[in-house]
């Protein structure tokens, strides 16, 4: 992790309070209520609610929420190893409403045994839901392991089936 300034803002959503993470170059993270910065090794952010990128990400993940965005479009600023990003650039090729299992996602990546790295790659995967690591599923197509818990795993995934959300907005 670089020595770059982080901002942080609050975001109330259906799957409770989030917070977004932005440098100056892009979304850095976006992590569940409660959680501390050790799983994602990101320095603490200081708050500053009206940066660009942040009301950027507070808006996109509204209208994703809303059934109104498939797509993001915020910069993203990837804060990881060369082989968690490559994971993670992976991740976005997936379709909303779409899952992959972690063998399929190692072998898009080119190395079938791969599997546990690309596990604990998704582990430390810091812009959840953006970079959707919910929509990665056991082989026999079971949830396991997501950051935000099985239940808010379930939500995203029946968002993007076409389920309505209650909007906390």
Known sequence: MDDKKLMYKDVPSPVGLIRVIASDQGLVAVLWEGEDYKRTKLSAPVREDLHPVLLQAEAELKEYFENKRRIFDIPLDFKGTDFQIKVWEALLKIPYGMTKTYGELAKIL???????????????????????????????????GFAGGLENKSILLDLEKGFRMPSLF
């Open 110 to 144: 080119g190395d079938i045994k791969a599997v546990r790295a690309v596990g604990g790659a998704l582990n430390k995967n810091p812009i959840s839901i953006i970079v959707p690591c919910h929509r990665v599923v056991g082989a026999s197509g079971k949830l396991v």
